[in-house]
């Protein structure tokens, strides 16, 4: 193994809560990565803005900060464009629920070869624990002291609806096996979703480590993640099960549009002769 935890490591000082959640998934993608043995060159971390998409900040790794809730369309095009490099994407549940729910949807839809990373503590933590998309119907919230109004999202149950290749879910503080489910997810050919659940330490004082700890379930060994039925009946119910719940087989969505031996559209050049008159046919 050539990839080394060192490799990875990252000057910028870290701004996460003493206890956050956060600190486990970054623990597990670090050695996630090391154990596949993926230069950190070869990486590319796409983020938006909250406190999951700080994670990329922390590896040393490249780096595509973009709008809240646009991590996915950048992450497509960047795999579109280098189809060699491993992309995966950091999200809050706020982020790719919420402000990035429509672009899941379609990246769920071409299955793209890129892996969704969801921090799902149920609370927006960079704006004060405001609801996001996952918080439950009747919660006490920042801006709805009177109980949240909507019904919760399930993204489990969603992603396994709109036949998503790879769907999982994992606790940040179970390491172990949330970095098995990471190195599955990033193997797997085609769209894949990881749902971490996680507190927030901050501004969640329900939902704490013991909370999930209790309510977690390993999903039943007997369960055939290739059964989309048995796997949405799980997601249906309101266990927190951490494993694989769903995966297919398929051809990725950047295998079927770019052309066979080409190789990246990076490497392709650019004729600025020719990028001039394309321009001036808009003047």
Request: hydrophobic share 40%; with cysteine; glycine share 10%.
């Amino acid at each position: 193994m050539s990839a080394r935890k060192e490799d990875y490591d990252s000057p910028v000082e870290n701004h996460w809560c003493p206890g956050c959640g956060n600190f486990g998934i970054l623990t597990a993608v670090r050695r996630a990565l090391v154990e596949l043995d993926l230069p950190p060159q070869r990486v590319l971390i796409c983020s938006g803005i909250g406190q999951a998409p700080k994670l990329p900040h922390y590896l040393r790794v490249n780096t595509l900060n973009g709008l809240h809730g646009r991590e996915v369309a950048s992450a497509t095009a960047a795999k579109l464009c280098a189809p060699d490099l491993t992309v995966l994407v950091h999200a809050g549940d706020g982020g790719a629920y919420g402000e990035g729910g429509n672009h899941l949807l379609h990246a769920i839809r071409r299955d793209i070869d890129i892996t969704l990373v969801v921090h799902d503590n149920k609370v927006y933590g960079l704006t004060k624990g405001q609801a996001s998309p996952t918080t439950s119907l009747g919660e006490p919230a920042k801006i709805h002291p009177r109980g949240v109004p909507s019904r919760p999202l399930n993204p489990l149950a969603l992603a396994i609806a709109l036949e998503c290749g790879f769907v999982a879910q994992a606790l940040s503080s179970r390491t172990d096996q949330l970095v098995d489910i990471l190195q599955c997810a990033v193997r797997h050919r085609g769209f894949s979703l990881v749902n971490v659940l996680q507190p927030c330490v901050s501004w969640d004082k329900t939902r704490t480590y013991a909370f999930y700890d209790e309510h977690c379930a390993p999903v039943p060994a007997d369960h055939d993640p290739a059964d989309a039925i048995a796997a949405f009946r799980l997601a249906a119910q309101r266990t927190f099960w951490l494993g694989i719940l769903h995966q297919r087989a398929g051809t990725p969505f950047d295998e079927r549009v770019l052309p066979a031996g080409r190789g990246p559209l990076r490497d392709l050049g650019v004729e600025p002769e020719r990028v001039g008159r394309i321009v001036g046919r808009f003047r």
